[in-house]
């Protein structure tokens, strides 16, 4: 399975400020997904990021408030900008399976705090 | 729509003890189906799937689940429960067939008790 980190691993940031979350792969992946979980509750995807194209983001997530880039095959970004408290969350990345065999494989996530 | 409930928000198992993690699923077509296990303060680790064949998959850290296609089922299962198994277990299915998201259950806690 693929081995995925992210930075920073948690933060504390003001109101209004973005924080920038980085993703990288151990290998080269078509698709990156970005999730958020907010506190108890499940996961819900923001968006897909292809490497070349712009992100598909989800119902409810838009481009200027969760930018993402995807410069190469084995990295991706997520900013969440003008951050607010309900902004809160832990946001996490992950891959298919290297030969798509269905099942994804999440980064650690990065859990952030708005103050 | 493609959908998992998973009806416990928590599970208490003594250690020692059988458990049982509880998902349904609702899915146009053959369904996909995956349990992901996340422990405190770390990302989500995959544990076992169904794609076709057996109604039993075996997984990781002792981990089965059984599929039940009449009853729509994909519980989660494990013989002898460890306290180490604490944590937050998610149902998932794959909309193969439509949109190909991972679409996930709302999450039970497993509280597994010395």
């Known amino acids: 399975s693929a081995v995925i980190s992210q930075k920073p691993s948690r933060d504390i940031c003001q109101r209004g400020t973005s924080l920038t979350i980085q993703c990288q792969v151990d290998?080269?992946?078509?698709?990156m997904f970005w999730y958020r979980q907010q506190p108890g509750q499940s996961l819900t995807l923001i968006a897909t990021?292809?490497?070349?194209?712009?992100?598909?983001?989800e119902s409810g997530f838009v481009i200027d408030k969760f930018p993402i880039s995807r410069p190469n095959l084995t990295f991706s970004t997520l900013t969440v900008s003008n951050l607010s408290p309900e902004d809160s969350s832990i946001y996490l990345c992950?891959?298919?399976?290297?030969?798509?065999?269905?099942?994804?494989?999440f980064g650690p996530g990065t859990r952030l705090t708005v103050t | 729509a493609q959908s998992v409930a998973q009806p416990e928000d928590q599970v208490n198992v003594a250690e020692g003890n059988p458990l049982t993690v509880k998902c349904t699923y609702s899915?146009?077509?053959?369904?996909?189906l995956f349990w992901y296990v996340q422990y405190p303060n770390r990302g989500l680790q995959f544990l076992l799937k169904?794609?076709?064949?057996?109604?039993l998959v075996k997984g990781s850290y002792g981990f089965e689940a059984e599929f039940n296609k009449s009853q729509t089922s994909f519980h989660l299962k494990k013989p002898s429960a460890l306290v180490s198994d604490s944590a937050l277990y998610f149902c998932?299915?794959?909309?193969?067939?439509?949109?190909?998201?991972?679409?996930f259950g709302t999450g039970t806690r497993l509280q597994v008790f010395p």
């Open positions: 992950s891959v298919d399976s290297e030969n798509y065999s269905y099942e994804q494989y």
């Open positions: 290998s080269q992946v078509t698709m």
């Open positions: 990021a292809n490497q070349g194209s712009e992100a598909t983001y």
């Open positions: 899915v146009s077509g053959n369904p996909y």
């Open positions: 169904y794609i076709t064949g057996d109604n």
């Open positions: 998932a299915v794959r909309d193969i067939w439509g949109t190909d998201k991972l679409i």
